[in-house]
């Protein structure tokens, strides 16, 4: 059976699990808390990060983007990928903006676990005005599928799994962002994907971090 490492709140580790339920590929659940010295994923992961996904031999994969593209290479059926060349490039663009979102708010909201008269707010502000940039992005791509349930040819691909990862992310660590009332038809596209029960089903919660990262 694979193991899948994985932390409550992470969007990166939510993509994978989401498309491993899409795809019906049976895995076992390791949650960890990946800043704190007790988390196994650097036996897995020299680069200290999770997801990580550890096959029947032991072999790991890592990095959410290559988890994804190694599942849907090596299992093709059901395709959460769309079907044209433009349509399967523009999905992983979606995704690039998706996971820079998430790198943005990282860094940002560790900086604001420093001590407040450490804490740069150049670099806060830095980091979200990159991270609402990707929201007005992604905002734009929603508004051309123009109110259709999924982001390209109305079908589930990895680009309304990263959309949704992310924004799941965004409400619960980032509650007081005004992204709801600036994208109202973002928010809207994101609740239909919420009530999807592999959605639902992993809908981030948050970890205490015990040691101190920064
Ligand atoms: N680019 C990586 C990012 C993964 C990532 O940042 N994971 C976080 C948890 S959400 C982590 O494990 N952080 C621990 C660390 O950076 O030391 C991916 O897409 O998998």
Redesign the pocket.
Known sequence: MWTLIS?T?????RKVRILLQEKGLPFELQTEV??DSTTK?PQYNRL????VLILDDGTSL????FIMDWLETRYPHPSLMPEGLDDRLFAKKVEVIC?GIC?AL?LAFFEKMRDPDKQSQAWKDRQMRKADGGLQALASFVDQADGNEFLIDNKLTLADIAIGSVLGWLSLRWPDHQWKTTHPRLNVYFEGLDQRPTFADTRPSAQNITDQVV
């Not at 200290?48 to 997801?51: F, N």
């Not at 890592?62 to 983007?65: A, F, G, M, P, T």
């Open positions: 932390a709140p992470s969007p990166y580790a990946p800043w994923t200290e990060k999770l997801p890592y990095e959410s983007h996971d790198d990282v």
